[in-house]
C-alpha cells in the first residue's frame, strides 16, 4: 500500500510529514510526496486509519492538501493530485474513482495532451477505453505508461530520497562560560566533529554560522564567508577565533550551535611555472588577522572601478577571479599619491588660472597649471559629479593636483 | 574664425545624438559660415545636411569617417566632386565586399579612390602610410581638446608628428551633439551600440560634455597655443569647393536606332499607343499629346518616359499586370505609353499637376505591380538592364519611434524586461491619442511618477531619442537608375534580401537632390486581379480583359451602393461601408470621389459631412467662394483633390503655379511643419488683398492645410477607382475565382481570410475544402466551385506541399507518410485534423488522425514497407463545434458553420439580433448584437471613438464605441475575441451601425476567428 498527500499549503512539511510513517518516501514533486506504508496496519489499523492519522499528523505540521492510499503508487499519486480530501482506492475500484477524471490530470508532456485532445479523449475513461494495443503502437511506452496509470495499475517502485546529512551541530552547556578561550575548547570539538564529517562525504564548506546561546535568552549570531571551500578544522577554527576577538558574545553562553554549509571541494592543479602563491587558507587566516587590527573595511583587495569618477575604486574582500591585466600602460606615467580625503584649499584665480593656494595654513604660489581638466559623469544617479581639475606646479617645488567641486577647492594629491 | 570640421550626426547610427538640422542650426547660429558632416561609414544624413545648410546660408561640406580594416578610421573630407564621387565609390567597394555590418576599407581600396580627398589624422595610422595615399598637400594633423589630460598627451604627440613631417595642423572639436545638453543623449546611444546598461558601461562613456559645436572664439582660445590650427579650419574650407548641389547625377539615356532620336522615338510610340487608345482619336486627344509631347522635348525629358515606358513594355510581354498611378495619370502621353489607365482628356484632369516648365523639377511616375514574385521579376530587370552598381533601392531610414524609444532607452537606464513590457503595452497603438494620453500619464499608469528622478530622467531621454535614426533599411520600391555609375552619386550597399542593392539615402533625399525615382510599388490587390484572370482562364474557360470591362455596370453598382464591398479595393474598410449607402456611388467618377473621401485629409478638413450631405440633396452645392465654383463644380462644391486645392490657391491668394507647387510639397512632406505656417500666412495675405476674409478665409485654410499629411491627388484616385472597379465586377461576376485570389495573395486588404470566404460563401459561393487528393498548393477553382489550397494550412511548408500534390493519389494515410517522407509529424497530423486526409483515410477526422500516429512511428527495416492492417480507429467523429474548431486552428478559417452559429439559440433567448436583423432594425431602436470582433479601429480622426466590426453568420455589423465607455472597459474591448453589445440602433439611409451602450464578453468554447485592429 502506498500514501500520497498533494499539499496546497505547507509544502515544506511534506517530507517530514512522510518521514514520520516511513524511511521509504519519494518527494515526487515539490508539492507531493508518496509513501510505503505497507507495514502500518499492526501499528495504526487499516487503510482509512492510516489515512485518518496523516491527516491528524498533517494538521498539526501546517500542511493542507489532499491525501490518496491505493495498492500503488501511482494510483495514489493521482488520487491525491485529482480528488479531493482523503481518498482511499481498494484494489479493482479504481474506475469508479477515476473514470469521470479530465485527460489533463495524467502526468505527460504537453505534445502529448495535445495529441490526445485531437482524438477527442476528454476523460480518462474514454482513454482507458481504448485499445491497449491500438494504444502502445501508437503512443509507445509512454501511451502504455499512461494506460496504466488511468487504470489504476501504474505500478512502480518509488524513487527514494536520500536521508539528509546535516552539518549542524548543538551543545548545550552544563554551566554558562564567559571566558573566550573554554568557549572556543567547546567550538572546536563541534568543529572537528563536523569537519570530519565533511570529510566523510568527500564534502567542504565556505560558510560558517555559529549562534551562541546567550543568558538571558538573547543569541548572538556570527556568520563567515570564505573564498575557498575547506574542511581544514584547525583553520576554521581560527577564523572563528579571530571573529569572535572582535566581536566578543558580551555575555555568557548557556549553549552554541554551529553549522556548515556543505560545497564540492576545491580541486587544484598548481601550475609549474607560475610563481607560487601563500595558501588561501594561510592568506585569509593572515588577512583576518589584519582585518582585527584595521578594520574589515580596510583590507582586502583594492579594485579599480570602470567608471571615469576620479579615484573610484572598492575594496573585494577575496581576490578578483579574473587574472589581473600586465598589458604595459601605452604610455610612461608619473605615480600619483591621493590624499584621502581631499583637503580642502582656498584657491585664488587670475584670468580663469590659478595664482595661489592655501592649503594646511601654507599658502603657496602657483608657478605653472596645466588645466582645466573637466570631468562629469553617472547624470543618471544621486552622485552625479561635476568638477574641474588643475595640475599645479607650486612654490614648494611640488607638483599639485587641485580641482574644484560643488563651489569648493580641494587638493587631491601630489605627483610622486 | 573658425569652421568645424569634424561633426557626426544622428546618422552616424548611435555615433551621433544632434540631427543634421540641429547641427546646421546651432552652426548658423554661431555665425559659422561652413561646416562638414562627418559621419562614420556613410552618407544617409548628407542631403538633409546640405538642405538645411542651403536653407540657412552655410556650406555644407561633406566628408566620412571610413574604418580601415587594419583598424581605426580614415578621416576624409571631399574636395570636389572627384573626391566625392571617390568617396562614395570608396563606401560602395567595402559595403558591397562584405556582410551587413563588418564593412571595413582595405589599404588598397583607399589608394584606389584617394584622389581628391583630404585626410585628418590623429596619429593613429602611419603618417608615411597616409602620405603615399593621399599625398603632402592633403594630409592635416588634428587637434582636439576636449579638457582632457590624456587627450592633451596625444595632442603633444600629434603636434611633434606634425613638425617632424612638416604637416600642417588642424583644430576640430570632434562634434557629437549640437549643444551640451545631448550628452546624457549620447551616453545613452553608446550603450544602445555597445548593448550595455549605462550603469555598467563605465569609461565607454564620454568623460564630459565637452563634445558639442563651439564658437569660433571660443576655439581660439582654445588653441590660443597653435593659432595656425584654428586658421587653417577657414583655409581648408575655402579649398573645399564641393557641396551636393555639384552630384553629376544623369539620368540615362534610352538606346535607340542610328537614324532615330529619343524624342522622335517617343513621339512615334505615343502616337502608335494613342490610335490603341483612343478609338477613335479624337481631336483633344491630338491636341493633348502633341502638348505634352513639346514640353518634353523642350523640358529633355524624353529618355525618362522611355525608360519607364521600357519597364511597362517588359511587364505586358511577360504577362505582368502594371499600372501607373499618382500624378503620371494627368499625362496623356503616360496613357497612351501604356503606362498609366486612366484617359486624363476623357477625365478632364490637371496635366500640369504631372510636368510643369516653370516647376523644373522631374515628374514622379510610379507603378503599380502584383506584389511577391513578379514585382521582384521586375526589380531584377531593373538592375540586369542598368548593371549593379547602375540601379538601387532607396532606402527607408528607421526612427526611433514609441516602444523602440522606450525600450532602448529603458534598458540602458537598468529598466527591468517585465518593467518595460508593462509600460510598453500602454504606448498607444491607436491612431488616436487624447489630450490625456501624454508620456507622463504612459509612465503614470505604469506606476511611475514625474518627481522621481530616474523616472524623470527616463522620460526626458525619452522623448529626446524620438524620430533619431536607429539605422537604415530599404524601401518598399522606390529605384534610383543612373547614367554611368550610381554608386559615384550615392554609396550602394547590399540589402538584406539577395540581389538587391540599396542607396544611402531615402525618398526625400532623392527628391531633394534631384535624383530620378521610379516606384515600383507592390499591390496585393494586382496580384489577386492577376490571378483572378489565370483563375477564371483555367477554372471557367473564359477570357477577361480587365483593360475592356464593361463600363458602369448596373449590378456592380449596386454591391458598392448597398456597402456589400468585403475584399474590394480601397472601398471594403468599416468607413467606406458607412459612406457608401449615403454616398451611392453611380458611375465611374464616383468612385474616383469615394477613394478619395474616407481619407483623413477630407475628414479632418470636414469635407466628408457637406460632400455626403450634398450627394443625398440634402444641402445645396455651394462653393466656399463664388470664384471656386468652377474649380469645385464636379464635387458639388466641396475640394477634395490636390489639384483643386491648388488651383483654390492660385485663385484666391493669387499664387502662381511654383508657389502652388511648393505649396503641394509642403503637403506631403512630413518634415514641413514650419513651411507649412509660412504658406499658410502667405495664403491669408493673399486672401486679404483679394478681400476673402473672416470665416470664409479660416474655411478656405483649413480645407487647403488639412492636406498637410494625407492630399490625394485627382488623377492617383482615378488610377485605384479602376482598380476598384475591376475588382467589383470580378467580386460580382466572378467571386470564387475573385476570393480563391485574395485568399492566395494574403497577407493583404481590411479582412482576416476568414471573412473573406464566409463572405464569399454567403454570396453562394460553393467552397471545397482542404484535401490531399485534389488541393494545389494555392487555392483554385475546381468544377467552379473554390478549391481550399494547401497554403492555408498552418504550418505545412511549401516543399512539402508541393511534393504531396506532385505524388499523388495516395492509397491511405501509410502510404501518403512513405512516399512524402518530406512531410513532419505535425504537418500529417495537421493535415488530418483538418480534414484534409478523410479521403485516403476512408473515414472521417479522427480516423485519418488514429492512421497518422501509426503510420509515425517507425517500424525499422524490415517491416517498413508492409502497410499495416488498420480497421476503423476507435475514435469517435468529431462534433460540429469540434470541427469547427479543429479548421480554424489548422487553417484560421472554416467552411462550415460560423462559429457564433452554435450559439444562436442561446443567444436569441438573450434577445440578440443576428446582423440581418440588426440592418432592418428601426433608426433609434434599442438593440443587442453579437458576434467575432472582426476588426477594431481607433483613428487619429475619430477624437477617441472606437469603431468595431463583428461577424456573425449573417454578415458584418458595425458598431460605435464613446471615449467614455472605451476607458471604461478597454479590456474587455481590445481583448475579448467574442463581445456582445447593446445599443441604439443608428440607421441612416440604409448605413447602420449600434451606437454602444453596454459591452460584455460573450464567453464561448470556439476558437475564434483573428481580428485586425488598426490605427
Redesign the interface.
Known sequence: MFAAVHASSGEDGLEELARSFSPHIEMTSADTVTFDIGGLRRLLGGPHQIASEIAHRANERGVAGNIGIAATAETAILASRSLPGVTVIAPGEEARHFDGLRIEVLPTTDEMRMLLHRWGIRTLGEFCALPESGVLERLGAEGRRLLRIARGDGDRPLRSAPIPTGYLERLELDYPVQLLEPLLFLISRLMHELCDRLRTHARATTEVHLVLELEGGTEHPRSMQLPFATHDAKTLLKLVQLDLERHPPGTAVSAIRLRLVPVDPRRVQNNLYSPPAPQPEKLELTLGKIRAMVGVANAGFPEVLNTHRPDAWRMRMSAPSSKLSVEAPPSPRIAFRYYRPAREALVEMRSGRPQRMKSSNAVLTVERAAGPWRLSGDWWSAECYVREEWDIEASDDVLYRIYLARQKWFVEGIYD | MYIELHSRSSFAFLEGASNPEDLVESCAGLDMPAMALMDTDNLSGAPRFYMAARKLGVKAHIGVEVTSAAGGRHVLLAENRTGYQNLCRLLTAMKLSAPKGKAAATELQFRQFAEGLICLTRGEHSVELLLSIYGRSNLFVELQR????DE??RNQRSVDLARAHQLPLLATNGVRYADPVK??LM?VLTCVRNKTT???A??L??????RHLKSGREMARLFADHPEAVRNTVELSSRLGFTLADLGYRFPPYPVGPDETMNGFLRNRTQEGAQWRYRPYHERAQKQIERELNLIEKLDLAGYFLIVWDIVRYCRENGILAQGRGSAANSAVCYSLGITAVDPVGMDLLFERFLSEERGEWPDIDIDLPSGDQREKVIQYVYHRYGQHGAAMTANIITYRGRSGLRDVGKV?GYSQEELNRLASLVSLWGFKGENETVERQFAEAGYQRDN??VS?FMQLYQQIQDLPRHLGQHSGGMVICQGSLDQVVPLEPATMPNRVVIQWDKEDCADLGLIKVDLLGLGMMAALEESIELIRTGFHEEVDLAHLPQDDPQVFEQLQTADTVGLFQVESRAQMASLPLTKPKNFYDLVVQVAIIRPGPIVGKMYHPYTRRRQGLEAPISLHPSLDKVLERTLGVPLFQEQLLKMAMIVADFTGGEAEELRRAMGFKRSEKRMVEIEQRLRKGMDSKGITGEQQNAIVQSITSFALYGFPESHAASFALLVYASAWLRCYYNAAFTAALLNCQPMGFYHPATLLKDAQRHGVKVLPVDVEHSDWRCKIEERCLRLGLNQVRGLRQDAGAAIVSRRPYRSVFDLSQRVPELMKDEL?QLA?IGALNRIGDGHR?DA??QT??AL?PVGPLLESIEPLEGL????P?NPI?RTN?DLSGTGMSIGRHPVAFYRERLRAMRVLTTAELKRAGNGTVARIAGCVICRQRPETAKGFMFLSLEDETGISNAIVHPDLFEANRLVLVSQPFLLLEGIVQNAAGAVSLKVARVQGFVQESVAMRSHNFR
Open positions: 576636449h579638457f582632457d589630460r592633451e598627451a550628452r546624457e551616453d549605462i550603469a555598467e563605465g569609461r562613456l564620454l568623460r564630459n560634455s565637452e537606464l528622478a530616474r530622467k497530423r485534423s479522427r488522425l488514429w500516429e501509426l512511428k480507429s476507435p475514435l469517435r468529431m469540434e479543429a
